[in-house]
């Protein structure tokens, strides 16, 4: 345990409060009159305002969108399932960054509603609402759909049987034991949506900014790091009493539950009305999630490859080397960044899987989702910050992008592997070691042979979500050695036709690279449930 708590305390704890104390640290003497001074300014209150309304709204449409899709894939059985799976869950591996130009592709200036109709909805509330539904449908549908998969149909039919309506079936039976994952689902899609960045920087414009924006502008535009300090401490106060709920949801989930086999749930579509639902469902994929991606790829292919071919050359001026180049920087990082977090996720996940870890070990397993939902503008920042002197001088190394891309693919592995480490019959390992095997040989005899799958899912996600980290990465990539977000987002400041239609370009690249690799997760999946 001592190499992830190592870990996050060097390259988590210590960006954060180094940039924390550096706002509100003046001559020696702490300033916390400070924070009532930037909480009380009305611009601050809007964005907190904003922040947390939008999540809201973003949040109850994603559950009125997605609700229906986790019924056809836990209890509907239908050709094609399995691929469709796969293309619902394509935008929750995509950068924010992807998924901001294809909402611009699709509403902005040029996209598909103004072509047809003249609308546009880029610096609307709507487009970022929008997005958020499309980034997050598939949290819905794989948390729900895959706990709904395994409740045994027979005892809301039984209520059926005694008479119920079908509606006061679902809602006397089925809906009590969905609550834990619905409101689990619910948690992680506001956490997501109110640490929102990427989305908003590019539909929001200046009209809506969210914390993470605010953190970012105050940060780097302004240079005013004492109310930069003051947001990322309200920012943390808010995610870590989302992460509390969403633990306690997480132990009623696990506690309350008897679960059934998801391959006899499943059937095929009986009468008009499971037809009819299947075809809504199909219908919301195709325009809510497959459309902008395809709108997205045609924009890109305007006059051809162009786009494509001009992204071989440099300008000199934003980019130091031709913007291809960010697709084999972004390739070599995000390996870095997953054998990195492979290693301190899958110690970690071994530390919290032992049954007698104590409460301060199991306590660490909740401050690994912190990097989910504490700015990652602010650890970026804190990295240039607290990462400049000896012994850890690394502002000018390579090194510091993949290790900022780790921190947010750990809680993705340990997510991955724990429930399988916690499976592992104890027996087992007792039984090797009193054979005489060593705790090394305990580990690659008996528990690496049973997670060698989870660990390789594991690697994937972190590949993915490494591919697409931006709000940290923005501050510390290089201008010679840029990612493929930052890229993207250096393409889309700019003016010009051709700026804009390169950023296309670079997203549908980045875009074809995550969704190659959630394939490959999709048929290494552990189980059927379809739960991440």
């Known amino acids: 345990m001592s190499v992830p708590v ?47 309304w939008q999540a809201l709204a973003s949040t109850a449409l994603t ?39 294809a ?17 546009r909805l880029d610096t609307t ?7 958020h539904v499309f980034f997050n449908y598939a949290v819905v549908v794989r948390t729900v759909g895959g706990l709904w998969a395994q409740l045994d149909p027979r005892q809301e039919e039984a209520a059926r049987v005694l008479g119920v309506s079908p509606l006061a079936a679902w809602r006397k039976v089925t809906l009590p034991a969905l609550a834990p994952a619905v409101a689990a689902a619910a948690l992680m899609v506001f956490l997501f949506t109110f640490t929102s960045f990427g989305v908003v920087q590019i539909l929001g414009g200046p009209t809506f900014s969210t914390l993470e924006v605010e953190i970012y502008r105050q940060t780097s535009e302004i240079f005013d790091l004492s109310t930069a300090a ?10 870590g009493a989302i992460l509390a709920v969403h633990a306690w949801t997480v ?52 006059g051809g490859f162009g786009y494509y071919r001009a992204l071989g050359d440099a300008d000199g001026g934003t980019f130091l080397v031709a913007p291809i180049e960010s697709v084999v920087n972004s390739l070599q990082y995000a390996v870095v960044a997953t054998a990195v977090a492979v290693v301190v996720g899958g110690l970690a996940a071994a530390a919290l899987a032992r049954r007698d870890a104590g409460r301060l070990v199991r306590g660490f397993d909740a401050l690994l989702m912190l990097p989910l939902g504490v700015s990652a503008v602010t650890v970026g920042f804190g990295f240039l910050i607290a990462l400049d002197k000896p012994p850890l001088d690394l502002r000018q190394s390579w090194i510091l992008v993949p290790l900022a891309q780790a921190l947010v693919g750990v809680p993705f592995v340990v997510r991955t592997m724990l429930p399988v480490l916690r499976a592992v019959d104890e ?46 990465t923005v501050f510390i990539a290089r201008p010679d050695n840029p990612t493929l977000p930052v890229a993207v987002a250096r393409l889309l400041s700019r003016p ?7 950023a296309m370009a670079l997203s549908t690249i980045l875009m074809v690279v995550c969704a190659v690799a959630l394939l490959v997760l999709e048929r290494l999946r552990t189980d059927r449930t379809g739960e991440f």
């Open 251 to 302: 132990r009623r989930r696990e506690s309350a539950l008897r679960l059934v086999d998801p391959a006899v749930t499943a059937r095929r579509p009986r009468g008009a009305g499971q037809w009819a639902l299947l075809g809504g469902v199909l219908a919301t994929v195709a325009v809510l999630l497959v459309l902008p991606l395809a709108v997205l790829v045609r924009r890109s292919l305007d």
């Open 125 to 131: 509330v709507w487009a970022i609402l929008l997005a």
């Open 427 to 472: 027996r087992l390992r007792e039984a090797a070691a009193v054979l005489g095997a060593s705790p090394w040989r305990v580990w690659r005899e008996v528990d690496l042979p049973l997670v060698r799958r989870a660990l390789l899912i594991a690697a994937g996600f972190a590949f993915a979500v490494s591919l697409g980290e931006f709000g940290a």
């Open 230 to 239: 003051v947001l990322t401490l309200v920012q943390f106060a808010a995610v």
């Open 63 to 101: 559950l009125l969108a997605a609700l229906p899709a986790a019924y056809v894939f836990a209890r509907l059985d239908f050709p094609g399932k399995q691929v469709l799976r796969a293309v619902v869950t394509v935008p929750f591996v995509l950068p924010t960054v992807v998924v901001g130009t």
């Open 6 to 52: 190592a870990f996050f305390a060097v390259f988590f704890a210590w960006p954060v409060v180094a940039i924390v104390t550096r706002g509100l640290k003046v001559d020696g003497g702490w300033r916390f009159g400070r924070i009532a001074d930037v909480v009380g300014q009305s611009d601050i209150r809007h964005v907190l305002w904003f922040t947390t």
């Open 496 to 502: 010009g036709d051709l700026n804009y239609g390169q």
């Open 103 to 119: 909402f611009l592709a699709l509403v902005g200036r040029g996209g598909l509603l103004d072509e047809l109709w003249g609308v």
